[in-house]
Nanobody, 116 residues
Framework: QVQLVESGGGLVQPGGSLRLSCVAS????????MAWYRQTPGKEREFVAS???????YYANSVKGRFTISRDNAKNTVHLQMNSLKPEDTAVYYC??????????WGQGTQVAVSS
């Protein structure tokens, strides 16, 4: 069964933190570089961060130094620790393979809202 379940979003004040989690089915997670993406209304989904099986990470410039991606290969789980959040980080956050295309399976995402 193909599955991606994101959680951990919410409303936070600027400067605050959130930790997102994503549980993926083995068919997606196993052997894959996993990534987080985000999307706001009217804009294309954008890359946020990725992590290889061995733990090599890569970040979009807009989140570098504030976000940390991690994975638990035993639990098919990917996390995104988000610190020093800004209003421009407001979006729906999704996880998937780094190679996922728009017409591939995607989960429902988790909403992050940064506002005072």
């Amino acid at each position: 069964q193909v599955q991606l379940v994101e959680s951990g979003g919410g409303l936070v004040q600027p400067g605050g933190s959130l930790r997102l989690s994503c549980v993926a089915s083995g068919s997606i997670f196993s052997g894959a570089i996993m990534a987080w993406y985000r999307q706001t209304p009217g804009k294309e989904r954008e890359f946020v961060a990725s992590i290889s099986i061995s733990g090599y990470t890569y970040y979009a410039n807009s989140v570098k130094g504030r976000f940390t991606i991690s994975r638990d290969n035993a639990k098919n789980t990917v996390h995104l620790q988000m610190n020093s959040l800004k209003p421009e980080d407001t979006a729906v956050y999704y996880c998937n393979k780094e190679s996922a295309r728009m017409n591939d399976y995607w989960g429902q995402g988790t909403q992050v809202a940064v506002s005072s």
